[in-house]
Structures are given as structure tokens and as C-alpha cells.
């Protein structure tokens, strides 16, 4: 790395212009290299999470990928290999619905391979812009590592591990009903289903005949058609005569039979309810468990299926307001009230969600819920708290989890099918990847029934199985080498709290499926970022902020302090244009520090510790120790807010406050050598070691200072050794460097409220003390005048238990006697 990087520091702090200088010398050094054959160092992996290349990069994304920088700059110091990879999770619908919003199409309007084409394209974009702005925070993935799940390398690994979960029977296709986007015209899973408050209307509806009726209030008239059965709760005395019976469906014809169940709420309605196939999950359970026939309510585009002139074809709401109608015509609607409902939503294009049943491929999730739960217990979870959630997720589940959707733009499921005997065929390895939409089936025939014809899969799989496997593929799995044992698992979970219950558990499931042991050790959880206005952060509501917006106006360095000092590891934290401020303001005082000291270094070379040091040097370094012990352990336990604040406590108020302002007078011309080097030393060393400590988290700031100081072998400051401290901190040089700094600063302030200025000479200090402090005093009687610009200092020693003593809990009494 050479000696001959050494910029000056310009008077003004500018983040503009010193921050893209700093991470151009990084990217022509590749100092952020992985190197797989260097054995020496331990390895030390990290899960980056593949982000959805949407083209945004909000406050909020730069907030978790801070984290991960952090701790992927404090590792790398500590002498660790780091693994730190990015990735994007390209696939599915969110591109899909770009594309079909951008020019004006739907998925089926083109030929596959066109389509998919268009979602390549913009996403290359996205891709592009996103990487930019990690760049543009100081991010320091290694790029040589980068991958994209739609790349044909990528996904023939989804793809294996579809062949190898279907070998070892976790993974099953069956009829079985599903959450369904009637806009998306997609399976999604029940992770996908977003619950929103939406207003309804009941309606009160006369089922049978004139002799015998029962009203059934719903909020869905329009699934009438595909009513199976009506259920009533069995000590509900109203309807005891009429369970087991069957009744006809107003507008349909129907028959439908009465059952009780304890599951029926009779408060809700009438008490009696209708059910559909499928109008929600509990439809779904009554259906299996009463054997009901099913009868499809809707087609995959949400129209109403039935075989009826009057209403096939309609879209579900149209549907409704025909048949409320129609009822209200016949005088079966006998009344209608608003009501408050939880709808289960698309969780990309908030339509409401139907149940549909029409065959899938399954992973049988629930048989792992128990796994899942023991491993959830035994892993790192940085909160503790956030653990529950992916236990709580896992235990809810009723349902297995459906791996394929009926889109384009995702990774082929790989199988075919005989038309005969509906035998699945799956590839050889060796053949991935494959796409059954287009290519030859793997051979000629049906291996079980020998006919010819085989039917490629059409459906695709859920992007979540293809970023369920990262951790593996990071580590190169398949290959099971020894440099997989080393990368797997990961070291490093790092994401945001909002996708525990999907990235995180699904990771982890399918990780337990393939290798029998979970794919992390450590997660470590961001909570979300708030806007200004005190909500989340969300496009519509304009309170919405991008990474590239806050760098412009304060630079990398101050939106990183921000992550950082926002708030403890997983709580959600605000978002203040103020807190940047007040980070952008640190630097410039951390600038100015290091100009002060540069300017009064005589010699550029690092100098040796003096043997001789006076109580506030010994003070300035011991405090240092306490430093490196303090921040050391802060990012240990990823604690990032208390590790930002102890640096910068320490630099503002230690160094600058109190140390520089009682050697300033040392730093003269006509002092003393040993007291001059003895100054240096200390600025020096306490400069130097902020910016290690500080490098994490502001990156380019540390490496300006940092490089400002050459030596022999001077490299990047993010390849330097993370300081270590001393096992025994001098508390006795910062308890009474303390004590004399305080004094200091007290006797300062006297001298202000007296009227005098700062610089001003006086002609005596009187010190009263308790006698142990007596000696300390005198000793660094120099250090006091010099600083306090007196004359004489008067020492006196307080009788015990003096009621001067008592005023002041410093342990001192101080009087200033002007000239
Ligand atoms: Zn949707
Ligand atoms: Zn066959």
C-alpha cells in the first residue's frame, strides 16, 4: 500500500469532496477482497440479504445495511476473512407488476420469453442504481462476490435444491386450496397475505322456504353460488331443529346442509353461517372435516365461475352488487349493517385475497415446526426478543407452504408430467438448469407407463425459494468442500425485523430440510425507520426519504452516524434530518482536532511513547484504554449506539474539552522538548485511535485522518489491527486526572462569571481540598497556572467535615483572586 497517500486536510470539512476520494482509493486497492485460500485468518461469513432490485434505496435500507457494515469493518479489523457478499433477489411479482405498469401490458399479452426479457432488463437498471447508492454510503461488500437470482448460475441451484427436497419427500404437489391474487392471478403464500381494516356491509339473507327459513348474515353475498353447507353453534337453541337438514340456497337452488360446530361464533350475524368453497380458512377446515362437496366459486381472475347467465363472468364486486340486488328484488334481504372487517390483502397489489384450489406444489413446512421452533431457541438473536417472533410465525402456520406461482418471471419449477398417468419426471443434475415451459422433456418416455407424451410444468416457483438457499450458495454449495464447512452457516443473519417471519424462516426451514442444521448462528434484526412525520416510512405517505438524498446533503459518514446512534439494535428508529446535522458537526470538529494537532506536530513520523508522562497525559491515554475497552465491547454485542457515543463523547469532550485545552500552553514555542513530544505523542495516539475505533462507522472520515499520520508501513485504516486495551486499566491516572480536570474546568468558570475572559491573567488561585488531594495539586501546580493563566495557586487544606466541602461534591473549593 506504500507510504505516498498522504492528502492534506482542507480548512473546511467536505464531505463531498473528501468522501468519493476515499472510496475510489479503497476500490483501486480491492481492500474489501475475500481470499478463499487464506487459511490463516478465520473466516467470518455474512447472509447480506438479496434485496428486490426495486430501484429505491430508501433511509430505511441504508439503516440495515449499516449494520452489516459495520460489523463487516469491525470483523475485518479484528483479523477476520470476511465473507460479504451481495446479492439480488430479482424474481417475482414486484417486477412483473413493474413491467406491466411501465408499458401498459398484462403477463400474458407477449410470449414467455419476451416477457421475461423486459423483467431482465429493468431489473439490470435497478440493479445498477441500487448498487450505486451502496456505494454511495461506503458499503464495503465485495463485489467479486456478487450474484443475482435470475442468472442462470444462480437459479439451476433453486432448482437442485427443488430436485433434492422432492427426492428426500419434502416437497409434494396436491389440489389443496391456497391463498390466491385474483389480480396477480398467482398462488401466494400465507406470508404474503397482508391483514387490512376495510369497511363491509352484512347482509341478512332468507335461506329455504316459506315454511321453513333460517337468515344467514355475510359480507360476501356474491359466493352464494358456491354455498355447501351452513353451520350453526350446537347449543345455539334456535336452530336444534334444523342441524342435519338441508336447505336451499336463495337465488341458486342449492341444497345446503345444516351442521354445528363449536367453532361457530353465535353472537356474529344470526348465529348461523354459510359455507363456501372457499370464502376464508375456516371454509376450508368445515369443508374437509364435514366432507362437503365443493363447488369452485370463482376462475383464477376472481370472476364469478357459476354456470348462470345472470352472473358468470362477473368480477367478485359486481358479482355482489347483482345478486344484492336480485335478493332485494325477491325480498330476501331482509335488512344490511356496516361492518368493520380484518381482510387478508396481496401484500404487493392489496387486493383482497381469495381461497382457491387448484394443484400446487407444497413443502411440508408444518411437519418442521417443532425444528424449527428448538433451532429458533438455541440461535443468537441480537434482540432477544425478536426470536418470538419467528416462533410465534412458525406455530401459526396451518397450512403448508406453496412453493409454486402461476407467473412468468421466476425460476422454472423443473418437472414434467405424463399425460397419461400423471408420473412427475424429474431431470438429471446435471442437465440444470431447465426450463419445462420450452425444453425437451428428459427422456423419450414415461419411465413408469411408457407413454410418449410428457407435459413440461408451466407454474414457476416462489421467490422465496430462491432466496432461501443464499447462506448455501454464498458458501458454494453444492460443492461441499472444506471452504463450504468454513462459510456454512453463516456467521451473520443481518436483516430487518419485517422479514423474519419470511426470509429468516424460511432460510431456516428449508436449511433444516437440505442439511439438517440451520444455515446462521447469529441474527441480527433492524427495526424500521420512521419518517419525519413520526409514521413509517412508506412511499404514500410522502414522509419518504432516499440514501442518495441525505448523502448529498450531509454526506455518507453523518447518515451512518444516524444508523447508528438512531436508536438500540431492533428498535425502530426516527428519522431526523437534525440527528445528520449533529453527525456532520462531529466530523467537522474531528477535523479540526486533527488540523490542531497537525499544525503543531513538528514531525511527520509516529513518535515513541516518552518513559516520563505527566498525570494528564497518563490521564489522556488510561481514558483512551477505558475507550478501547468500552467501544470494543459495544460492537461485540452489536451495540452500535453505545460504541458511536463513547467515541464521541470521548472526542468532544475528553480530547478537545478537557486534555487540549490544559496542554494548549505546552504546544508554545519555548517549551520544554520532553513536554512538547510528551503532548504529540498523546494527540497522536488518541487521534490514531479514534479513527480505528471510529472506522466502522465512518468509514471515509477515519481513512482521511487517518492517512495524515504516515509511517513505515501505513495502509488503509479499514486494514489495521482493531486496537486492543490493556487487561488493567490505570484507574488511579483517570481518577485523578479527573480531579484535576475538574478542577480546572470549575476554576474556568469562575473566572467567566467573574467577568474575566478566558484568556485573561490572574494574579492567584486558592485551592481548598481535603489532604490527600493536596499533594496532587502541587505536583501539577505548572499544568493549573499555565492553564488558568495565574500567577500563584494557594493551597489549603478543608478541616473534616467542613461545610465547604460539603457544598462542593467535586471535593474541591476554588477562588479566584483577579490582578
Ligand atoms: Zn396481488
Ligand atoms: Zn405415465
Redesign the pocket.
Known amino acids: 500500500m506504500g507510504t505516498g497517500r498522504n492528502y492534506a486536510l482542507d480548512k473546511n470539512f467536505d464531505p463531498a469532496a473528501e468522501e468519493p476520494k476515499w472510496r475510489e482509493y479503497w476500490r483501486e486497492h480491492d481492500i474489501y477482497h475475500f481470499d478463499p485460500l487464506d487459511k490463516s485468518r478465520k473466516t467470518y461469513s455474512i447472509d447480506t440479504p438479496p434485496p428486490y432490485p426495486s430501484g429505491d434505496f430508501h433511509v430505511g435500507n441504508a439503516l440495515n445495511w449499516c449494520y452489516i457494515d459495520f460489523v463487516a469493518r469491525y470483523k475485518r479489523m479484528k483479523g477476520f476473512n470476511v465473507h460479504f457478499p451481495q446479492g439480488w433477489d430479482c424474481h417475482g411479482l414486484p417486477t412483473e407488476v413493474r413491467v406491466e405498469q411501465t408499458f401498459k401490458i398484462r403477463k400474458n399479452d407477449l410470449p414467455p420469453e419476451q416477457f421475461v426479457e423486459m423483467c431482465r432488463k429493468l431489473t439490470g437498471e435497478y440493479i445498477a442504481k441500487m448498487k450505486q447508492s451502496m456505494n454511495l454510503l461506503g458499503i464495503s461488500s465485495d463485489w467479486a462476490l456478487e450474484y443475482k437470482t435470475m442468472d442462470p448460475s444462480y437459479y439451476k441451484l433453486t432448482q437442485l435444491s427443488f430436485i433434492e427436497l422432492f427426492k428426500s419427500g419434502h416437497l409434494y404437489r396436491g389440489e389443496h386450496p391456497v391463498n390466491w391474487c385474483p389480480r396477480d392471478e398467482t398462488a401466494i403464500a400465507e406470508a404474503e397475505v397482508v391483514y387490512q381494516e376495510r369497511k363491509g356491509t352484512l347482509h341478512y339473507m332468507r335461506f329455504g322456504h316459506a315454511n321453513e327459513h333460517i337468515e344467514i348474515a355475510s359480507t360476501r353475498p356474491e359466493l352464494l353460488s358456491a354455498c355447501v353447507g351452513i353451520a350453526v353453534h350446537p347449543k345455539d337453541e334456535k336452530y336444534k331443529l334444523v342441524v342435519g337438514k338441508t336447505i336451499a340456497v336463495p337465488i341458486f337452488g342449492q341444497q345446503a346442509r345444516v351442521i354445528s360446530d363449536d367453532e361457530v361464533d353465535p353472537r356474529y350475524g344470526t348465529g348461523a353461517v354459510m359455507i363456501c368453497t372457499f370464502g376464508d380458512k375456516t371454509d376450508v377446515r368445515w369443508q374437509a372435516k364435514y366432507h362437503l362437496p365443493v363447488i369452485k366459486a370463482l376462475t383464477e381472475n376472481g370472476r364469478l365461475s357459476v354456470d348462470d347467465p345472470r352472473f358468470k363472468g362477473l368480477k367478485a364486486e359486481e358479482a355482489r352488487r347483482k345478486i344484492v340486488a336480485e335478493l332485494q328484488a325477491s325480498g330476501l334481504l331482509t335488512k344490511t349493517e356496516p361492518i368493520t372487517q380484518n381482510i387478508g390483502t396481496c401484500w404487493r397489489c392489496q387486493t383482497p385475497v381469495e381461497i382457491i384450489a387448484r394443484p400446487q406444489w407444497f413443502m411440508k413446512t408444518r411437519d418442521l415446526t417443532q425444528k424449527v421452533v428448538e433451532w429458533a431457541g438455541k440461535l443468537d438473536w441480537i434482540p432477544s426478543f425478536s426470536k418470538q417472533r419467528l416462533i410465534d410465525w412458525a406455530e401459526s402456520l396451518d397450512w403448508d407452504w406453496v412453493v409454486s406461482r402461476q407467473r412468468i418471471f421466476a425460476t422454472p419449477i423443473p418437472v414434467w408430467y ?1 399425460t ?4 412427475t419426471i424429474i431431470p438429471n443434475e446435471e442437465s440444470l438448469p431447465v426450463d419445462p415451459r420450452k425444453d425437451k422433456s428428459p427422456g423419450e418416455e ?1 419411465p ?4 410418449r407424451e410428457l407435459r413440461g410444468e408451466t407454474d414457476v416457483l416462489d421467490t422465496w425459494m430462491d432466496s432461501s438457499i443464499t447462506a448455501a450458495v454464498h458458501a458454494g454449495w453444492p460443492n461441499k468442500s472444506e471452504l463450504f464447512n468454513r462459510l456454512f452457516p453463516a456467521d451473520l443473519q443481518p436483516n430487518g425485523l419485517d422479514i423474519v417471519r419470511t426470509w429468516d424462516y424460511y432460510l431456516l426451514v428449508r436449511s433444516l430440510a437440505l442439511f439438517g442444521r440451520p444455515p446462521y448462528k447469529t441474527l441480527l434484526i433492524n427495526g424500521m425507520v420512521k419518517g419525519t412525520d413520526g409514521r413509517m416510512m412508506h412511499k404514500s405517505y410522502g414522509n419518504y426519504v432516499v440514501a442518495d438524498e441525505a448523502i448529498k446533503k450531509v454526506g455518507a459518514d453523518a447518515l451512518r452516524q444516524w444508523a447508528a446512534a438512531g436508536g438500540s439494535t431492533g428498535y425502530d428508529i426516527p428519522f431526523r434530518w437534525n440527528e445528520l446535522e449533529h453527525g456532520k458537526k462531529f466530523l467537522t470538529k474531528l477535523w479540526n482536532v486533527t488540523r490542531f494537532v497537525l499544525a503543531n506536530t513538528t514531525e511527520p513520523l509516529r513518535l515513541k511513547k516518552p518513559s516520563t508522562l505527566s498525570l494528564i497525559d497518563r490521564w489522556l491515554l488510561a481514558s483512551l484504554q477505558e475507550l478501547i475497552q468500552k467501544v470494543s465491547e459495544a460492537f461485540e454485542t452489536f451495540q452500535f449506539n453505545t460504541a458511536l457515543e463513547a467515541i464521541r463523547n470521548f472526542t468532544w469532550h475528553a480530547l478537545a474539552d478537557d486534555y487540549l485545552e490544559a496542554v494548549k500552553h505546552r504546544l508554545q514555542t519555548g517549551r520544554e522538548l520532553s513536554d512538547l513530544t510528551a503532548t504529540q505523542y498523546c494527540l497522536r495516539e488518541a487521534v490514531l485511535t479514534i479513527c480505528k475505533l471510529l472506522a466502522p462507522i465512518c468509514p471515509h472520515i477515519s481513512e482521511a485522518v487517518y492517512q495524515q499520520f504516515p509511517s513505515e508501513a501505513t495502509k488503509s485504516v479499514h486494514l489495521e489491527s482493531w486496537p486492543e486495551h490493556e487487561k488493567a486499566l490505570d484507574d488511579t491516572s483517570i481518577r485523578n486526572g479527573r480531579f484535576l480536570l475538574d478542577l480546572i474546568a470549575h476554576a474556568r468558570r469562575e473566572k467567566s462569571s467573574k467577568g474575566l475572559s478566558l484568556g485573561s491573567n490572574i494574579k492567584r488561585i486558592i485551592v481548598s481540598t481535603e489532604a490527600e488531594h493536596l499533594h496532587l495539586l502541587k505536583e501539577n501546580e505548572e499544568t493549573i497556572l499555565r492553564t488558568l493563566k495565574a500567577d500563584y495557586m494557594d493551597l489549603e487544606r478543608l478541616p473534616l467535615n467542613s461545610n465547604q466541602v460539603g457544598e462542593s461534591s467535586a471535593g474541591f473549593v476554588v477562588e479566584i483572586i483577579a490582578k
Open positions: 405424463c397419461k398417468c400423471e408420473s414415461c413408469r407407463c411408457g407413454n
